[in-house]
C-alpha cells in the first residue's frame, strides 16, 4: 500500500475526459525550451488549469517526464527527497540512487551532498527529460529551498539534459531574478493561462454539450475572466438551466472566490442526496480510494462512485494510470469542507478516526497521526505513536518520530508513560545522551513511580537507566540492572532485548570483558533480525566486527563485516553504520596487504559517510593514504594528506579515529625531523619528554582501549627518535620498561595489534642499545602472534628496520620447522610492492580488475542489473563501481567513458 500511495505522487496527471486542446498555450510553453531556457516557472491562482495543461503539454513533447504533486506534508525534507528521487527514478533509475540509500534508512543527507549527487547524477544523463515539481507553493523548509535554489543557478552549467517546470500558485522563494537575468527563466503567468473567448466557446458548447448564444458565451466569458475552473462549475450548473441560461449568467457577479462558493453551492445541491453526502463526507481526504471511501463513508460501491464523478467531470483527478487513487481540486475541496463543517459539524470527528484506521490498517502511520490529530482524538493519536513508534526507530527512522512527537499536544503526551520512553530512546539513537538524562528524571521517573506497571515496562525502565549508568562509568551497576531486566522482558519483545544487550555492550566494553561483550553482540544481531530491524542487525555485526579488530581477530572481524555488507547491500539501504561496514572491511583488507579491496571499501565507507554527514571516514582515509604514502618515501604528500585529517578533524570530532590521526602525525612528524611537533600533539594526552619520559600509567588507566593504545606507541616512536637521531641513550632502558607493560597490559585485554605495535617498537628499543638477539626474539615473537590472522600492514608500515629483521630472521630460522617461514616472505614480498613504480601509469589511479569487468561488460551493452547478475553483486554495488569508473576517467557518462577507454587501450 506504501508503494502504490508513493506511486500516486509519482505519476503524471491526465487530462479530463472534457479536456480541450489548448495549441496557442502549448507553442508559448514550447518557446521556453527552444530558447534554450532551463526553468519553466508556471505561477497563477488555484484554478487556471496549470497541471492539466502542463501535463497535456508534456503530451506532445516526446521526452520522458519525472511528475511530482506535492501535499503540505511535503515540506519536510525526508519526505520530500524521498519523493523526489522517486519521481526522478520513474525516468532513470540511477538517478539520486545514492542519496536513496540514506533516504531509506531514515536520513536526510547535508543539503550540499544533495544538490552535488543529483548534479553528477545529471551530468551522466544522455537524453533530455523534463522534471515538474507540482504545487510547489507548498515547500517553506530552508534545507529544501537551499538545495533547489542551488541546483537551479547550476543548471546552466549542466549538459541540456534537465528542463525543470515548477508548477505554483505564487512565486516561490528561488533565485528568480537571477535566472531572469541569465535568460534561464520562461514564465507563464495567469493571463497566459486564461481561457480565450474561443477556447471558452468550444469549452462550453462541444466539450460541455451546452447551446449558449455567441451573447452568452462573451457574457459569460467576461464575468469569469476566462478562468477555467469557473468556466468549469458555471457550465456544470447551466446544464440545469438551459432554457435560462441567459438570465442566470446575467445575474452572476461577484469576485472569483464569490463565484466559486456560489457555483460550488449551486453544483453541490444539483446533485442526488447520496452523491452529496458522498462529496461532503470524502471532503476530509486529500487523496481518494475505493476501499478507502468505503471506509469512511459506508459505501461498498465508493469506487464505482468516484468513476461516475470523474467521468461527470466533477473535479476530481486520476493520480495514478489505473485510476485507482483521485484527488479533488484544490478550490473544489476546501469549499466542500466548508460546506461539510457547516452542514454536519460532529460528523467530520468520525470520518477522520475512520479515515485514521483505515490508513493504519495500511501501514501509513504518517496519514493516521494526521486523521487522528484532526479528529481531536487523543486515545487514538497516542496508541497510534505507542504502537508504531519504536519499531520506525530501530529502523534508525529518528527524524520521523521527533516529527510524530513534536504533533502531539503536550497535555496529551504528559502522562503517557510508553510515550515518553519512547522518546527517551530516540534521544539515545540520536546521541543526545544530556536530553535523554534529563528526561527521565524530569519526565518518566515521576510516572513511574505513580503506577503499578507491567514486567516489559519494569524491563524497559531498568534498561533506560542502565544506558545511563553506563554514561556514567558504573559498569558494574548497568550489568546488575540489564540482568534484571533480561529476566523481566517478554520473551517477544525482540527490539526491547535488543536495547537491553546494547546497554551490556556497553558495560562489558568498559570492564574490558572482550568475550561478553562479543556475545553480547551476537544478541543484538539476532534479536535486531527478530524484530525485523535492519539498523539494529547491522549495528550488531559493525560493533562485533569492530571489537574483532581491535582484538586482532581479523577473519572473523571480516567474516562479521561482510555479512553485514551483504545485509545493507541486499536492502538498497545506506544508516550511518554502514560507515562502520565498509570502514572495518577496508581496514582488514589494509592489514591483509590487500590494497586494492581496501581502496575500494575505504572509498565506500568515505561515499556513505559524506551523504550521512559524518567525516571520520574520511578522516581516516586520509590517514591511510598518508601511511601509504610514507611507505613509498613520499613525504610530501604523506605530510599533505595528515594535514586534510587533522583539518577535518577540526569539524568533526570523534574518538574512533582522533587517536588514528595523532599516530599518522608522530610518524610523519619524525620522518621530517620536526621532533617538537611530534611532542606537541601527544603532550595534551598527558605525554611529555622534556627531561624524562612522563606517560600516564597504565595501572592507572582505568579503560585501555585499543586508541588509547594507539598513543603509548607514538610515545615510543618519539623514545626511539631520540635514542638513535639525538643520541639520548638513556632513554632507551625506560622505553623499553614502557614498550614490556604496555605489551603485558594489552596482551591481558586481548589488544593483539596493540601488542604487535609494542612488540615491533620494543624490538626497535632493544636495537638501539645494541641487543640484537632480545630485538630479533621480539620480532620473532610478533611474528608468531601474527600469523594466525595474518597481518602484513603492520610489519609493513613499521619500515625498512623491520625489514632488514625479518630478512635476518627468515634465514635464522629457516631450518626451524615450527617457525612458519612461508608467512615472513608473504611480509616481505608486500614491502616490494610497496616501492614507488618505475612507469608512471596511463591513468592518475588506475582501475581496479574489478572496475574492468564492470567496464568490459558496459561496453558489452549491458544494463546495470544485468551487470549485477553477471558479476553476483548489487545493483548499488554495480552502480558505485560506474560511478569510479567515471571519476577515474575524468568522464561523465557511459558513451565517453568507452570511448576514453578505447583510446587508452583499457579493454
Sequence with gaps: MIATVLRTKVSRPHSAPQHIARPALMRQLDAGRAAGRRVTLVSAPAGFGKTISISAWIDTLGVPAAWLSLDPADNEPGRFFTHLVAALQVVDENLGWEIEGVLRSGQVPPGEIITATLINDILQMEQPFLLVIDDFQVLRASTILEVLGTLLLNLHNLPPALHLVIVTREDPPLPLARLRANNQLHEIRAADLRFTEAETRRFLNTTMALALTDQDVVALHEKTEGWVVGLQLAALALQQHEN????????????????????????????????????????????????????????????????????????????????????????????????????????????????????????????????????????????????????????????????????????????????????????????????????????????????????????????????????????????????????????????????????????????????????????????????????????????????????????????TAAHGADRLERAGMLPPISTGIYGELAQIHYEWHQLEQAHHYFRRAVQVSALTGFGDAEIYYAVIRSRLAQRRGDLQTAAAEIQTAADLMQTVILAAVREEVIAQQVRVYLAQGQLAEAERVLKADGFTFTDDLSVPDLAAVEHLTHPVGLLYISALRVVVYRAQVKGEAARLQPGIALATRLIDATAQRQYRQITLEALLMRARLHAARGSDTASLGDYAQAVTLAAPERYIGVFVDAGQPARAALTTLRHRERLNADFDTSYIDHILAAFADSRPSAQPPALVEPLTSRETDVLRLMAEGLKYQEIADRLVISLNTVRFYVKEIYSKLGVNNRTRALQFAKRQNLL
Excluded at 519499531?391 to 512527537?405: F, G, N, P, S, Y
Excluded at 554514561?471 to 540482568?483: F, Y
Excluded at 560493533?543 to 577473519?555: N, P, R, S, V
Aim: hydrophobic share 45%; charged share 20%.
Design 244 to 559: 435560462g441560461a441567459s438570465h442566470w449568467i446575467a445575474d452572476l457577479s461577484g469576485s472569483h472566490r464569490h463565484i466559486l462558493a456560489y457555483l460550488t453551492e449551486e453544483v453541490l445541491n444539483r446533485q442526488p442526496a447520496a452523491i452529496q453526502e458522498f462529496l461532503l463526507q470524502t471532503a476530509v481526504l486529500d487523496r481518494l480510494n475505493g476501499e478507502l471511501c468505503a471506509a469512511v463513508t459506508g459505501r461498498a460501491d465508493s469506487h464505482t462512485v468516484l468513476e461516475r464523478l470523474y467521468n461527470a467531470n466533477l473535479f476530481l483527478f486520476p493520480l495514478d494510470d489505473a485510476r485507482r487513487w483521485y484527488r479533488y481540486h484544490p478550490l473544489f475541496v476546501d469549499l466542500l469542507r466548508d460546506s461539510q463543517q457547516r452542514r454536519h459539524k460532529d460528523e467530520t470527528i468520525s470520518l477522520h478516526q475512520r479515515a485514521s484506521r483505515w490508513y493504519a490498517d495500511s501501514g501509513l502511520i504518517d496519514d493516521a497521526l494526521h486523521h487522528a490529530l484532526a479528529a481531536g482524538d487523543q486515545a487514538l493519536t497516542l496508541t497510534l505513536f505507542e504502537t508504531h513508534a519504536m519499531d520506525a526507530l530501530m529502523q534508525w527512522h529518528i527524524k520521523t518520530v521527533e516529527r510524530w512527537w513534536r504533533a502531539i499536544p503536550v497535555d496529551w503526551r504528559a502522562q503517557r508513560l510508553p510515550a515518553n520512553c519512547i522518546f527517551a530512546w530516540m534521544c539515545m539513537f540520536s546521541a543526545d545522551f544530556a536530553q535523554m538524562a534529563a528526561h527521565v528524571e524530569t519526565a518518566i521517573r515521576p510516572l513511574i513511580t505513580q503506577s503499578e506497571r507491567p514486567a516489559a515496562t519494569e524491563a524497559e525502565w531498568l534498561a533506560l537507566q542502565s544506558v545511563l549508568l553506563n554514561g556514567q562509568g558504573r559498569a558494574g551497576e548497568s550489568l546488575r540492572l540489564t540482568a534484571q531486566a533480561l529476566e523481566l522482558v517478554p520473551a517477544q519483545a525482540a527490539y526491547l532485548r535488543s536495547l537491553i544487550y546494547m546497554g551490556q555492550v556497553g558495560a562489558h566494553q568498559q570492564l574490558a570483558d572482550y568475550a561478553s561483550a562479543a556475545a553480547a553482540y551476537q544478541q543484538i544481531i539476532t534479536h535486531g533480525r527478530t524484530a525485523g530491524s535492519l539498523f539494529t542487525e547491522v549495528l550488531g555485526y559493525s560493533g562485533l566486527a569492530l571489537l574483532a579488530l581491535h582484538h586482532g581477530e581479523l577473519h572473523f572481524a571480516f567474516a
